[in-house]
């Protein structure tokens, strides 16, 4: 019995060390996925910090056995409260990403979720109820409650807890100033036309500058990256349920945090139902899935799916919003990505235009 108590406790302090560093890495990812489950915005902030700390702890403290009895209480209950919340999630059709292990793996949640989860707290449970009296052999002589090492790694969960915390918020913030850096470099070469003493050519064009400030996109031509994400008011929705429509699909990229996006939602919302005939309209939204939902409902776009993690974006190449994508009936990609509102309604126009109908 103590064997198997040490292997439990060795199992389960792994499982939670590395969930801890992953989110640790990932602090921003971590923020999200707590919005994304729906609990509230000001509560994502800390416990996108708290969790992992919580989590860290919680391994380290497994490994001494005079610690590891209530360290397999606290890890179970853990547990059953995300097991709890994924099911709530998935019954009102919430497949967000479950950021379970931050920057190592994260997928959307499903009955492999829960069933993963429950065998993890079925080894916290076995911990509590076997390991009341003794939890097991310790994981080495220093570790044992008998000598100072337990309280050595108390201190040195909180202590790697606070520099892994550090240093999460250092890499958030290396990674906003960067996405700044690069603004404000779109910015310029917007605002640039270019050094006239080298002649007309050296004046860039709109187009010329456009490709600059944004990713190109994918190329026309090639297959469109399949996807299936979860929908603002819940079940999932792929590229191919979209595809099985039979018509051209223009997925609209939108972020609840642009103000461009906000007031382009309306027009979009107009085109998907008056041209309902001719194409397919899907709104991909990052950001906060409550905030995604409210702003449906006020701008009144009927399909909206989540791309929390913004693994869509990053497959279609894109990095800005508003910007527009169109696939073909074959599942190609069929005009260069839209960038910006104008460019979006020139889509538009170009595929009503192209099959009998113009832009309102």
């Not at 194409?279 to 776009?301: E, K, Y």
Request: proline share 6%; glycine share 12%.
């Amino acid at each position: 019995m103590d064997t198997l108590l040490l292997l439990a406790r060795l199992a389960l302090a792994a499982v939670f060390i590395v969930a801890a560093i992953g989110k640790f890495l990932d602090v921003a990812g971590s923020q999200q996925a707590v919005r994304n489950f729906g609990l509230p915005g000001w509560f994502a902030r800390p416990a996108g910090i708290g969790l992992p700390v919580v989590e860290l702890t919680i391994g380290l403290f497994l490994l001494p056995v005079a610690t590891a009895w209530a360290a397999g209480v606290a890890g179970g209950l853990l547990m059953l409260a995300f097991l709890g919340g994924i099911g709530y999630n998935l019954a009102r059709g919430n497949r967000t990403d479950c950021h379970c292990f931050g920057q190592f793996h994260s997928e959307p949640i499903g009955v492999w979720t829960l069933v993963r989860n429950g065998i993890f707290a079925g080894v916290a449970l076995f911990i509590a109820v076997a390991g009341q009296d003794g939890a097991g052999a310790p994981v080495l002589g220093w570790l044992d409650a008998t000598g100072p090492g337990w309280l050595a790694m108390i201190a040195g969960s909180f202590a790697v807890g606070t520099v892994l915390s550090g240093a999460g918020l250092i890499v958030l913030l290396l990674r906003r100033n960067g996405q700044l850096l690069l603004r404000i470099d779109a910015l310029e070469q917007r605002l640039s036309i270019g050094e006239a003493t080298a002649g007309p050519m050296a004046i860039p064009s709109e187009r010329e500058r456009r490709e600059k400030a944004h990713p190109a996109g994918l190329p026309v031509g090639v297959p469109a990256p399949p996807f299936q994400l979860s929908q603002a008011h819940g079940g999932v929705v792929s590229l191919g349920t979209l595809q099985a429509i039979g018509k051209p699909l223009v997925l609209v990229f939108s972020d609840p945090d642009c103000a461009p996006c906000h007031a382009l939602l309306p027009e979009v919302a107009q085109w998907e139902r008056q041209y309902a005939n001719d194409l397919t309209v899907a709104v991909v939204a990052r950001g906060d899935m409550a905030a995604n939902r409210d702003s449906a409902a006020a701008h009144g776009p009927g399909l909206v799916v989540m791309d929390a993690d913004q693994a869509v974006s990053r497959a279609y190449n894109l990095a800005g919003t508003p910007s527009a994508v169109l696939v073909l009936e074959d599942g190609t990609i069929g005009a260069p990505t839209a960038w910006g509102s104008t460019h979006i309604r020139e889509l538009f126009q170009g595929i009503v235009s192209h099959r009998g109908a113009s832009v309102a």
